[in-house]
């Protein structure tokens, strides 16, 4: 038998062993935070002096008191083992993307053959995982391999279960001997600190009360698709890559427009069910589920929290999402671009600020025209966005996420801002001196009387935009389904920093004149910014022709095509002035982020390219001389089999060509630079993959079924 379908037997045998006994909304209050050591759950373990302390540091980021460590490790290893813990982690989020952990158990043998559960202040606080085998961009090698996990208190530790037990996990940052950051918490929390010094300052001209403190807060939407686990097995390009590097397109993909929030099929429904409860366990507020728009495609969604907390949550998510899929014989793809042809996937990360206090400061109430803190902020992050283009474009650059960037949906590689009418109006107004508010929403009659009036938004939603004011947000669209949406997070903050600090500066000095109102120079502010980058906002078709012309063109915005297009500019002096200025990355730490990127570029080509060889070489070439072997034997030579083995011979030439020119180019590499690798795989690997993946396409229209290799797209997207 051949093994695959030995693999495939395997991968069928699939059950769900336990039925819950109690209902969803009998669990949901029940369960939510249930594995969370929150705050609360400390108060009630910790002495009140040492509970204060911890709370300055979570709620005020005061600087940990380390002489509370002993005590509180002791109350978090009592609640863990209390939960069914036996070990604990640092939990990490390293250069990779995705997130690391060491386990160890809370046995300590006391000898005498006597063993006790003990955990120390001094192993809550830190650890020491080996800082070369991660990316390090250059900051860490073998010969200098120590690094250090700290423990990082303003988010909560948790438990994470598995069948024959559970872990305590403890949320960690990652830096090296050196003290230089090598994971994606550090920079994000240092730029959350960045944008609560640049806000301040601002809201207290304003009139915010002393002490008023500032953070961003996120939604992050997270697309993905499940495809039955027995085709994922049969696939070595969705095995090794996320990808499908072959596969024709199905008579019916999603034209139909039929799939988008169409009704859950069951299976995936109780698989995503059975997500959601554990998820709410781990003090996730899961909110949205809903099919996507191509077949096979679903999307989950959190409500606004923390970024720090999103973060963490986000990957959290992704985790849940992969490991429960498979309990259900199915396989989740996060890839943003598993499939050509349909809709790609992506992480809208819905972002914001917000007081201490529970304030938004980008809602523009219910009179925006004269909510001067509304329209101080929102122009400074019109100013961000046009000043950091291309840090926008970087966060977000992946060899994955430019298959999916430019259509279907997805934002093209041009940054701009939509902002809607109403609110363009509003800035327009400003700019013109007539000021007030021209265009108002009002209720909506449907034409029945059984029906009620509904409120109309102040602006349309715009799916082409890669940066969008959606109410009280702005939604970041170009963020990738596989991504940590910390450094995205990180950019954001940093950027929405420098324009506020300027755009205060400016305030103040405008305040400064004899007889300046609050009013008066603010107005003039948000009138002088609008009127400066009103370039970067467009509320059109960001996918037209003459868009892309006139953004280049006319507007001279950029237009960074590719990820290797877009990580050259990382280190610019704009940029290492930015992130050195605000404390959040220095030069070092920026370009070996830098230099991550271009390795992981490379890796993922290189992978692919060689996959595609391999696939062609020992798949789809021997799939068609079965074939023709087959169509040979036909003892009866009619048109249709003379002219079916005319085309096979054909194509199987032009796929034998292009196999070749693709051997060449993953054999040479490019270079020995990993940016001399990373531009071969992009300008050579790249196209000549598409040229065997092209014959291969049309191959699969006319090879037999019984003799095709891989499942098909029809399969995989439509068979659940």
Known sequence: MNQDFDVNSAARNWRVDAQQTATPSELVNSLFASDVLTLDQLKARLSKPDYRKLQATVERGETLDSSIADTVALAMKTWAMEKGATHYTHWFQPLTGSTAEKHDSFLNPAGDGVAIMSFSGKELIQAEPDASSFPSGGLRATFEARGYTAWDPSSPAFIIRHA???TLCIPSVFASWTGEALDLKIPLLRSIEALNKAVTPA????GASEGTRVSSSLGAEQEYFLIAEEYYYRRPDLVMTGRTLFGAKPPRGQELEDHYFGAIPDRVLSFMTDAEMQLYALGIPVKTRHNEVAPGQFEIAPIFEHSNIAADHQQLIMQVLRTTARKYGLVCLMHEKPFAGVNGSGKHCNWSMATDAGENLLDPGDTPHENMQFLFFAAAVIKAVDDHQDLLRTCVASASNDHRLGANEAPPAILSIFLGSELTDIFERIVSGKGGRGKQTGLMGLGSSVLPEIPVHAGDRNRTSPFAFTGNKFEFRAVGSSQSISFPITVLNVIAADAITQLTADLQKRLGKKGATLEQAVTDVVKDTYKKY??????????????????????????LRTTLDAVETL??????KLFGDFGVLNER???????????????TVNIEGETTEYMAQTAILPAAFSYLAELGEVEVKSKAATGTTKELVQLSDTLYDALQELRQQNEALGGDEVHEKAHHMRDHVLPAMQQVRAAADRLERIVSQKHWPLPTYRQMLFVK
Do not use: C
Request: aromatic letters at 12%.
């Open 534 to 559: 009103q370039r970067i906002v467009f509320n059109g078709d960001g996918y037209s022709t003459d868009w892309h012309e006139e953004a280049e063109k006319k507007r001279k915005l950029l237009n």
């Open 203 to 206: 809201l207290e001209l304003f």
């Open 571 to 576: 280190v610019s002096p704009k940029n290492l």
């Open 589 to 603: 730490e920026l370009a070996a982020r830098q230099e991550i990127m271009y390795d992981i570029y490379f890796k």
């Open 164 to 166: 024959n037990g559970a």
